[in-house]
């Protein structure tokens, strides 16, 4: 079983930032993705970002939404166990709840509770 702890949600107004992180425990894999999605209110759930690893180095491979292409970055430190979000430039449509998913190879996901992202205009 593998757990997932989102921190570092709140209210921003447009233009600032935010730093997300999602802390796993429990059967950590050594392949695996990570990422975030969120879901806005009245909308579908969505892919933010992802990023794979192989276990061994906190390098992997990235894939963002188009909406968030230079103004999101998504990295994870595997001593850690933690993947993170900083978000920049933040505009009122990224308002929405915050998930952190992990997937392990044989494809089982898991899903954290979730953190609020607010963004005023």
């Known amino acids: 079983q593998v757990q997932l702890v989102e921190s570092g949600g709140g209210l921003v107004q447009a233009g600032g930032s935010l730093r997300l992180s999602c802390a796993a425990s429990?059967?950590?894999?050594?392949?695996?993705?990570m990422g975030w999605y969120r879901q806005a209110p009245g909308k579908q759930r969505e892919l933010v970002a992802n990023?794979?690893?192989?276990?061994?180095?906190?390098?992997?491979?990235?894939n963002y939404v188009d909406s968030v292409k230079g103004r999101f970055t998504i990295s994870r430190d595997n001593a850690k166990n933690t993947v993170y979000l900083q978000m920049n430039s933040l505009k009122p449509e990224d308002t929405a709840v915050y998930y952190c998913q992990f997937t392990s190879p044989i494809g089982v996901t898991y899903w954290g509770q979730g953190t609020q992202v607010t963004v005023s205009s």
């Open positions: 429990g059967s950590i894999f050594r392949l695996n993705v």
């Open positions: 990023i794979t690893s192989d276990g061994r180095t906190s390098d992997g491979r990235t």
